[in-house]
């Protein structure tokens, strides 16, 4: 009986010792979690999604380590002025988003084409952006040239906009150097991590613009 006893005390012991790594294995993992996590936050910066109402928004993507603008005031504006021509009064906007993908309406870095939002209380039409290539826009080596993201940020009036990245996980870096340059040139910047696969709905008609992932 005392042999049975002091087998199952060390059974006990054994336990209680596997339980004790594991406590401690899972305490190591979630220090070096919230580590990992304070680094990103020192070195990228704290997103900033606060809408800014009395000031517009100049989006640019980051994606294959590039940096390219969305076009979307400049977009929207020349999709709304199509619908008005083709539909000077009113109409239904299944019939305009079947009309509007007849057309070509691309970009200089996005194949478009048109869908109905619908949010049970909103309606509208987005315009959805499929990026043409991935060899479109700027690296981090033309960020120090005067590239077409330079220019275009040199053409920002701060007063009036400030910018928006949305960055895919291969592209921080260069989202970094290119959130530096338009701080240099007094913008307000903003950026939100995207999923690498994602296409952009933006909201042509109907109540404002949004932007999510795929």
Not at 80 to 103: C, H, K, M, S, T
Not at 144 to 153: A, E, K, L, M, Y
Request: hydrophobic fraction near 40%.
């Amino acid at each position: 009986m005392r042999h049975r006893t002091e087998q199952m005390n060390e059974g006990l012991d054994s336990f209680l010792d596997i339980v004790t790594n594991v406590i401690g294995l899972m305490i190591l993992i979630a220090a070096a979690i919230a580590l990992h996590a304070q680094n990103m936050q020192v070195s990228l910066g704290s997103p900033v999604l606060t809408p800014q109402p009395e000031m517009s928004t100049v989006f640019f993507d980051c994606t294959n380590s590039r940096v390219l603008p969305r076009e979307i005031a400049e977009h929207g504006e020349i999709v709304r002025a199509a619908i008005g021509r083709q539909f000077p009064g009113q109409y239904y906007y299944e019939d305009a988003v079947d009309w509007l993908n007849r057309q070509d309406l691309s970009t200089e870095y996005y194949d478009v084409s048109f869908e109905v939002w619908n949010t049970g209380y909103e309606e509208g039409i987005n315009a959805v952006l499929y990026p043409k290539s991935k060899f479109h826009g700027d690296s981090i080596k033309e960020l120090d040239q005067n590239c077409s993201f330079v220019r275009r940020i040199q053409e920002i009036d701060p007063e009036k906009a400030y910018v928006q990245f949305d960055v895919r996980a291969d592209s921080f870096e260069v989202f970094r150097k290119a959130r530096r340059i338009a701080r240099e040139h007094g913008l307000k910047v903003a950026w939100r991590p995207l999923r690498n696969e994602f296409v952009s709905r933006n909201a042509v008609v109907g109540n404002g613009t949004r932007v999510a992932p795929d």
